[in-house]
């Protein structure tokens, strides 16, 4: 990605070239508003894909007999040789180049001359900008979904070696009932499947050709769409030039997705938070992933974590600048769509990073798996007595009614469920007078037995990881597993 490079100060306006809409203005732009209303610096990131779109307009001008072969020859090859400059970072961004589009149509025609000044004919900025958005876009939501691909193996390597650790799950953020820590890592990786699965979906809307849409009412120019769209790798040409213009719906679902993404991984993140603090105490944090405090010795810091968490709110709060932009805008373009790309940009910018260290550090957190199964005991087990009541034929009510009062006694006695005999237990209903009764208080075994699909028995996590590795979402079988 070539990065935007450094423009003058506005002051040196009074040398720029001429802008293309001269002929109506007899005044110069104060500079205020040539301030103002400049996105360069922003959208210059268009600047490649700006280039692909040209050169396929510049082509279908050619075939449609607009432009002679000659000059499209010229055209294009002036056009490649900006995109080198662009490429080699060698390119100035000079005052009065308004946004990209003017920035690369004026170096074009310093470097071919007149004749530079066709490249624009039957197109407008506004189906300009809103093709080269849609390319940039399109590429990349390729390269997220890959990192998330990357971020859905991490977490396939944790499940795999925590198939046999035991944690509490919690509701309400209390101890709730046993489950695998395997299975944990799963439910991550089925919220980033469903995060892929939209942000494909967008994809796949957002993959439609607007050039040709012209300012707003069509190109006056009969340019083949069709083929232009072919050769810029769109599934298809706009139906509607009003709509192709004006629609940033494709920005909004991007930005929904990736919001989501954002809050995935916050919550994440959240747990990672939790878990390396004292009270949890159920994982580590590497040191290379951690940091300290200039102040307190003995802090070990899950910076990495509360970051991801903390810049969720960034792409939130762009999901929220782009509806907020689009929600008064009359048909068609309005140069409000112009601030549809710093957020867009600034989500991106912040979101790449929160998947890319997420995926190195979830292999790298140490579970603490005596901690966690100690934790995982206790209360979290009384279910399995009630469903032991249950298997027994007593109604579900007091069954549970019964567990709740053994609850309310241990509570008092300061006893753990597992601490009471056969004996204790028979005092409470005559049903649990039976080793049978003592024998489902175990944690492995109120894993074990919730084998129902998708359930927290180890089968059923194993089961899963394997259909992840069919579907080559995970990376190739690791011998190291353990139980
Ligand atoms: N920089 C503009 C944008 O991002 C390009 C389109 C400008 N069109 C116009 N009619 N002023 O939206």
Known sequence: MSTPPRRRAPARRAKAPAKPWEGRFSAATDALVEAFTVSVESDFRLATQDIAGSVAHVRSLGRAGILPPREITRLERGLRAVEREIRAGRFRVRPGDEDVHMAVERRLTELVGEVGGKVHTGRSRNDQVATDLRLWLREQIDTIDSEIAALIAALGICAERDLDVALPGYTHLQRAQPVLLAHHWLAYVEMLLRDQGRLRDCRQRLNVLPLGAGALAGSGFAIDRARVARELGFASASRTSLDAVSDRDFVVEFLAAAALIAVHLSRLAEEIVLWSGEEFGFIDLPDAFATGSSMMPQKKNPDVAELTRGRSGRVIGALVAVLTMLKGLPLAY??????????????????????????????????????????????????????????????????????????????????????????????????????????????????????????????NAEQRLAELRTDGLLGPARGRRRG
């Open 334 to 459: 309005n140069r409000d769509l112009q601030e549809d790309k710093p957020p867009l940009f600034e989500a991106i910018d912040v979101l790449r990073p929160c998947l890319q260290i997420m995926a190195r550090m979830m292999p790298r957190l140490r579970p603490r798996r005596e901690r966690m199964a100690g934790a995982a005991g206790g209360f979290a087990l009384a279910t399995e007595l009630a469903d032991f009541l249950v298997g027994r034929g007593l109604p579900f009510r007091q069954a549970h009614a019964v567990v709740g009062r053994i609850v309310g006694a241990c509570v008092e006695q300061g006893r753990a469920l597992e601490d009471l005999s056969r004996r204790d237990l028979a005092a409470f209903h005559p049903l649990l007078d039976h080793v049978a009764a003592r024998r489902v208080l175990s944690v492995d075994a109120a894993i074990a037995r919730r084998r129902i699909s998708g359930g927290t028995a180890r089968r």
